[in-house]
């Protein structure tokens, strides 16, 4: 099996801020793995919140090159026990595991939201995020993308000033993402108002090993809350069902589909709300996240259209927030550059 690695630097539409950081291009890593004629492409992003660059993810997986070309590769579950056992971050061994399902696909010719049984003809809507900026500025991004479910960034001095405001403009479902801005006094007070304002859920209001103040909450926060911060891996899934509404779990800080489909499996067995969400992948990415979609119950899959350039083809969501998947099997991803 031969494994080629491509890093690209993905200009972003608009500065997109959240609590703790601002950035204008995303760097990412993308993993392609050919077997008989059949290519499997998959993704992973730098991170400065996890340390995580794209040379580092570069230099993890060359590491082992010359035991993934030799690797017998029958399934992506197998590969990916492969690749955890040789210490692997993460996020290396996700672009590798996305690969490996996009490749399994392709060689067995079908969509892998086929190959795990489910029926793509329901699925939940993607929200579209906005950003933390001046209100002006949020509201301009809200007019120019106009969507029925944005998610909006908060971690402000004036959060629900800027909700207020923003409701005003759209009748839109709002979800906030505080990203462990809020303290447990400040997600209660808020989430009464926030309710009022439209509000769907809060998503990771507190730090991410606040227990104590998520406890609290969960006794008396009127909204829902979802785990993102909270939620990395497979063992975090039964202590956040303590803790948490649902979770958010996203591919690349668990390790890729093979254990984001153990931890769907989990959730819901626990009474948990299942979301995926992204970060700001292209459509490498963004195709792997949508093969999930018939499973959850919520998703953040905006990545590709906060672009100013994508890198490939292959799930589109349309204008009307419409999922068009491709015809090619497996995520269906073809590199375009």
């Not at 995580?52 to 399934?75: G, L, P, Q, R, W």
């Not at 971690?155 to 923003?166: F, S």
């Not at 890198?311 to 009307?320: C, D, F, L, P, S």
Request: some cysteine; overall charge negative.
């Amino acid at each position: 099996m031969q494994v080629l690695l491509k890093k690209y630097s993905l200009p972003l539409k608009h500065t997109f801020s959240i609590s703790r950081e601002s950035h204008d291009v995303q760097d990412t890593l993308i993993a392609a793995l050919t077997l008989n004629g059949k290519t499997g492409y998959g993704e992973a992003t730098s991170n400065p919140y996890y340390k995580i660059t794209v040379d580092s993810m570069e230099k993890e997986i060359m590491a082992v090159e010359e035991e993934i070309t030799t690797f017998n590769f029958t399934t992506p579950e197998v590969f990916h026990q492969f690749l955890t056992s040789k210490g692997l971050s993460n996020f290396a061994v996700c672009a590798l595991d996305l690969a490996a399902h996009d490749l399994y696909g392709k060689l067995k010719e079908k969509p892998l939201y086929t190959l795990w049984g489910t029926d793509n003809s329901h699925y939940p809507i993607t929200n579209y995020t906005i950003g933390i900026a001046s209100i002006d500025v949020m509201l301009n991004k809200m007019q120019e993308m106009p969507w029925p479910i944005f998610k909006i960034k908060l971690g402000t001095p004036d959060d629900v000033a800027i909700v207020r405001e923003l409701r005003k403009h759209t009748n839109a479902v709002f979800r906030i993402d505080a990203n462990c801005a809020w303290t447990a006094q400040e997600t209660i007070f808020n989430a009464s108002i926030l309710k009022e304002l439209g509000v769907e859920f809060l998503e990771q209001p507190l730090k991410a090993n606040d227990w104590a103040g998520m406890e609290e909450v969960m006794h008396h926060s009127v909204l829902p809350v979802i785990a993102d911060e909270s939620c990395i891996v497979e063992s975090d899934v039964e202590k956040c069902a303590l803790h948490y509404t649902g979770i958010n779990i996203k591919l690349t800080k668990c390790g890729g589909l093979t254990p984001a489909l153990r931890m769907i499996k989990k959730a819901k067995q626990l009474g948990l709300k299942v979301m995926v969400g992204c970060m700001t992948e292209s459509t490498v990415g963004i195709s792997a996240i949508a093969q999930l979609l018939p499973q959850l119950d919520y998703v953040d899959m905006d990545g590709a259209l906060l672009l100013k350039k994508d890198i490939a083809t292959g799930v589109q969501i349309t204008n009307e927030a419409k999922v068009i998947f491709p015809k090619l099997a497996g995520s269906g991803i073809q590199l375009l550059e």
